[in-house]
T-cell receptor, first 112, second 114 residues
Framework: LAKTTQPISMDSYEGQEVNITCSHN???????ITWYQQFPSQGPRFIIQ???TKVTNEVASLFIPADRKSSTLSLPRVSLSDTAVYYC?????????????FGTGTRLKVLA | NAGVTQTPKFRILKIGQSMTLQCAQD?????MYWYRQDPGMGLKLIYY???????DKGEVPNGYNVSRSTTEDFPLRLELAAPSQTSVYFC?????????????FGNGTRLTVT
């Protein structure tokens, strides 16, 4: 199972772009990379998912280099409401297992 | 669609009591998961299921039991509750285990064991 490593916490100011990098050195061929956002007292919420290169949606971009050993979540022009914990999750059908193990997450604090 | 529904939202148990946390999804998802989250910490996988009648252990299964008799329901049973089981419990589901299907989470059950 691919283990993920993220920074424990980050601070940013409103209007800035925030990049959170996740390391997953032993990612398997079939694994996808998914990012979730969690606010206090709520379940995690899907943000974006990718397999390789770059993926963009209305809230974020996900950059994945060719070796896929890391990925970077990019949040453009953050606001106070983006203060949350962000989790990188790597998983797939490798070895027939379907466990999705969350890492420690990155606690993002957006300052005014 | 209601998505993933968890009941109850809150519960206080005395040490040694038992209870069942309910989880139901209406998305016809085969894959379902139970996580616990201690205060200020990340999510730990307790049990998961890849379909009705099939369950398997996650990272922290001790003290818990699950069953999956239908596609929709995945209850989590706590036997002999202990203070260490004080936590927020989240249920999740996904349409496939291929990694390209996002997890859909419920709003959690906050459990206190005293």
């Amino acid at each position: 199972l691919a283990k993920t490593t993220q920074p424990i916490s980050m601070d940013s100011y409103e209007g800035q772009e925030v990049n959170i990098t996740c390391s997953h050195n032993n990612i398997a061929t079939n694994d996808y990379i998914t990012w979730y956002q969690q606010f206090p007292s709520q379940g995690p919420r899907f943000i974006i998912q990718g397999y390789k290169t770059k993926v963009t949606n209305e809230v974020a971009s996900l950059f994945i280099p060719a070796d896929r050993k890391s990925s970077t979540l990019s949040l453009p022009r953050v606001s106070l409401s983006d203060t949350a914990v962000y989790y990188c999750l790597v998983g797939g059908t490798t070895s027939g297992t379907y466990k999705y193990i969350f890492g420690t997450g990155t606690r993002l604090k957006v300052l005014a | 669609n209601a998505g993933v529904t968890q009941t109850p939202k809150f519960r206080i148990l005395k040490i040694g009591q038992s209870m069942t946390l309910q989880c139901a999804q209406d998305m016809n998802h085969n894959y379902m998961y139970w996580y616990r989250q201690d205060p200020g910490m990340g999510l730990k996988l307790i049990y998961y299921s890849v379909g009705a009648g099939i369950t398997d252990k996650g990272e922290v299964p001790n003290g818990y039991n699950v069953s999956r008799s239908t596609t929709e329901d995945f209850p989590l049973r706590l036997e002999l509750a202990a203070p260490s089981q004080t936590s927020v419990y989240f249920c999740a589901s996904s349409s496939s285990g291929g990694g390209n299907s996002p997890l859909h989470f419920g709003n959690g059950t906050r459990l206190t064991v005293t």
